[in-house]
């Protein structure tokens, strides 16, 4: 998010592509066609253990993970017992998670509820729109832009058709006692320029900025999102950005944090985060 006096002098030499799918995202991450990117820690890690040249350079997002449902009455993911939910990206993050989430809770994933996967976030969106599934697992935009497009939106004037129910993050503080955060994504340096502290500095401290003026004056950010990526509206771009947990790091401070949540992924699905947990080097600059 560009709209900062710190970025006015990378913003007249940056040109924005956004990636819709993994492959798109591997694409832009291997042709050297890009510098930075924002990305899944656990991509970051999967394609740094794999040889490609990158490095991370803060944790922007904190966890945007809800289950969304027609019934308000779902507080727990074991008010979900007996019911089917749509989840994408079977063995991947949010799949992981929710698996995870629920033996924490004393529930049996594979008993206790019956999954439907889907390839992507939009698809599974589309099912609880269509209301061929009534609950699903979906991140932040996804969320807002189901609530809107069911006039399920706080300002509706009308009952909701569809409920934010769980908070996914507030679920994982919870369950494990901590604090509702999870190191979820945050923008990497790519090729030449990953050795640059001069770059990586720059780019951190915009980024930064950025961040928190996209928290102070979400509409504005919201409209800027929405000029930028065909599928959002301003309104769900603004609802999507209200909806984060409000937390920034560095990737370097943020160690700690990612290194137990990418054990976690690599206790489960080795593949998610390349076979290893990364060495100190990926973490950014340290102070």
């Known amino acids: 998010m560009i709209e900062s006096g710190v ?5 007249q030499h940056i040109e924005f592509q956004v990636w819709t799918n993994p492959d798109q995202l591997r694409a832009l991450s ?15 890690a999967n394609m740094y253990n794999r040889g490609v040249p990158l490095r991370l350079v803060n944790v922007s ?4 993970l809800w289950m969304v449902s027609r019934n308000p009455d779902m507080k727990t993911l074991a008010d979900f017992q007996g019911e089917e939910i749509a989840i994408p990206f079977r063995a991947d993050m949010p799949d992981i998670m929710f698996t995870y989430l629920a033996e924490q809770a ?7 509820f019956t999954v439907r996967y889907t390839a992507t976030p939009m698809d599974a969106m589309q099912l609880l729109i269509m209301r061929r599934v009534d609950h699903a697992l ?8 189901a609530l809107r497009k069911t006039r ?3 300002l509706s004037v009308v009952a909701p058709d569809l409920y934010r129910s769980v908070d996914m993050q507030q679920e994982w503080g919870r369950l494990l006692q901590t604090k509702p955060f999870v190191p979820q994504a945050g923008m990497v340096v790519l090729g030449e320029k990953r050795t640059d502290g001069i770059w990586v500095a720059r780019l951190e ?4 900025a950025s961040y928190q003026w996209c928290i102070a004056t979400p509409q504005a950010c919201g409209e800027m999102a929405a000029r930028h990526i065909d599928l959002l509206t301003p309104e769900s771009a603004t609802d999507a950005i209200e909806a984060w947990p409000v ?3 560095t990737a370097s401070e943020s160690q700690q944090a990612l290194q137990d949540f990418l054990q976690l992924l690599l206790e489960r699905e080795p593949a998610t985060v390349g076979g290893k947990l990364p060495d100190n080097a990926f973490y950014g600059l340290k102070p």
């Open 205 to 208: 401290q915009a980024y930064a």
């Open 7 to 11: 970025l006015n002098d990378l913003a």
């Open 152 to 154: 399920s939106f706080p």
């Open 138 to 145: 979906l991140a932040e935009p996804a969320v807002s832009m």
């Open 61 to 64: 997002v904190w966890g945007i």
């Open 106 to 112: 004393g529930l049996d994933p594979h008993k206790d």
């Open 30 to 44: 291997l042709n050297g066609n890009a510098d930075f990117i924002a990305m899944p820690t656990n991509v970051a």
């Open 247 to 249: 937390h920034y790091a």
